[in-house]
């Protein structure tokens, strides 16, 4: 009974550093294009900002939860 706990824990672990690295991704794209554009949009700056959000916030769930990359 507990090992199926733990396994589970693994693998939602591992899920949220995944899409932690693809808003990272993301974030860093919609960063790039904003910064080669001459007059960035307001919907990219908003994409951007909520990109960043999600981001932040993901990464404070990785702290709280005590995993890493190096796990």
Same mark, same amino acid.
């Not at 507990?2 to 396994?7: D, L, P, Q, S, T």
């Given at each position: ?11 939602? !672990? ?6 932690? &690295? ?10 790039? $294009?904003? +910064? ?10 908003? !994409? ?6 999600? &981001? ?10 005590? $995993?890493? +990359?190096?796990?």
């Amino acid at each position: 009974m507990f090992r199926k706990k733990k396994i589970k824990k693994e693998v939602i !672990d591992q899920e949220l550093l995944h899409t932690i &690295y693809q808003l990272k991704n993301e974030w860093t794209n919609l960063e790039d $294009i904003m +910064a080669r554009s001459i007059e960035p949009s307001e919907r990219g700056q908003f !994409d951007l900002a909520v990109a960043k959000a999600k &981001y932040f916030y993901l990464i404070r769930e990785a702290k709280y939860r005590r $995993i890493s +990359a190096g796990r």
